[in-house]
C-alpha cells in the first residue's frame, strides 16, 4: 500500500457519500451502528493511525455539529497521515480502515 492508494481509496468514498442528508447519516448499518457513528469511527482511526506515525498522542477527533462534515474530516486527517510518512504497514491499515468503513457504510446487496 502507498499514500497515493489511501488518498484514493478516501477519494472514491468521498465521492461517494458527500451528497447524503441527514437522515441518510442516520440510518443504520449491518451492524447495528450509524452511519455516522461509522464514519466518525473512520475518522477517530486514521487520527489515530497519524499519531501512532508521528509519535505522538492520541487526539480526540471533534464531533462536529452535522454529519455532513464527515467526509471532510476524514480527507483532513487522511491528508495529516499522509503528511506524516507513514511506513507501510501504517498506510496498509490505513486502506483496511478505509474498506471496512466503506463496506459497513455501502453494504451490496
Do not use: K, N
Amino acid at each position: 500500500m502507498t499514500g497515493v492508494d489511501l488518498a484514493r481509496r478516501i477519494d472514491r468514498l468521498v465521492d461517494q457519500v458527500s451528497h447524503w442528508t441527514p437522515p441518510r447519516w442516520a440510518a443504520s448499518t449491518p451492524s447495528g451502528a450509524s452511519r455516522a457513528e461509522v464514519a466518525y469511527a473512520l475518522a477517530q482511526r486514521l487520527a489515530d493511525l497519524e499519531a501512532e506515525a508521528t509519535g505522538r498522542g492520541l487526539i480526540p477527533v471533534p464531533q462536529l455539529g452535522s454529519d455532513l462534515a464527515l467526509p471532510d474530516q476524514w480527507r483532513v486527517v487522511a491528508r495529516d497521515l499522509l503528511a506524516a510518512q507513514p511506513e507501510t504497514r501504517i498506510l496498509r491499515e490505513a486502506c483496511e480502515a478505509v474498506a471496512e468503513a466503506r463496506a459497513e457504510l455501502l453494504p451490496v446487496a
